[in-house]
């Protein structure tokens, strides 16, 4: 079996990289965070949560290693006894052979057993996916916002523009003032993208890394049970030789 800490070790480093990184950029990643702060505090919010689900994925296969190292010894009283979450619908197929350490399955319940978990693990990885894309959604749900209010901004100002005037200057001072609200819509519709569409990278690259610990895990489990498992079949096909 493959050893998760590993996927949490390049997890952790891609995460202080991008510590370090922003870090690096902090004012302009301040002035941007702070053109709307509400919104994007959110985005940061689901950022964190994300990230928060992406290594539970990988935390949660350390219990079910144990459970499979402990079954596999072998000897009698030192497999759990306790089921496990991830691979419940195996050890529901186990029953009470899990306790004498030894088990019997055909090929069918073997395939059940893997779909089972295979689906589980799927689940799980559907909400992290889920946030990815709300990131996104976010990110262009601030764009648009921020575009909205300077649309309006820049209709209020043209419309209150006094033309008839024949100081210029005066006319060009107050279409600059007036320009200022504007500019500031379009600082919360770019930090909102910039945001949004950062996170759902960062929040991308360790579903990707959760998600190649879980194959791995999924395919030292099928090895395991496709080498040791006693199909019934077989056992069927030796009585009717004998």
Do not use: C
């Amino acid at each position: 079996m493959s050893n998760p800490k590993h996927t949490l070790f390049w997890m952790t480093i891609f995460l202080g990289v991008v510590v370090v990184v922003g870090a690096l950029i902090h004012k302009p990643l301040i002035s941007a965070f702070m053109a709307n702060w509400v919104f994007n505090l959110l985005i940061l919010g689901v950022l964190i949560v994300g990230i928060a689900l992406t290594y539970r994925q990988v935390f949660v296969l350390f219990p079910e290693l144990k459970w499979i190292a402990q079954f596999r010894t072998g000897h009698a009283g030192l497999s759990v006894v306790q089921e496990p979450r991830l691979l419940k619908p195996l050890a529901r197929q186990l029953g009470e052979d899990a306790k004498r350490d030894r088990f019997t399955l055909s090929t069918m319940s073997l395939r059940t057993v893997l779909d089972g978990i295979h689906s589980r693990m799927d689940e799980q990885r559907e909400i992290t996916r889920y946030f990815i894309s709300l990131l996104v959604f976010l990110g262009l749900l601030g764009t648009f916002w921020g575009l909205l209010g300077t649309i309006n901004s820049v209709g209020q100002v043209i419309t209150g523009l006094d033309m008839s005037q024949e100081d210029f200057g005066k006319v060009f001072a107050e279409l600059q003032e007036g320009l200022l609200t504007p500019l500031e819509g379009m600082g919360t519709a770019f930090s909102s993208s910039l945001l949004g569409l950062g996170g759902s990278l960062i929040l991308g690259f360790l579903d990707i890394q959760a998600g190649h610990a879980q194959n791995r895990f999924y395919d030292g489990l099928e090895e395991w049970l496709t080498g040791v498992t006693n199909l019934v079949d077989r056992v069927d096909d030796r009585k009717d030789l004998s």
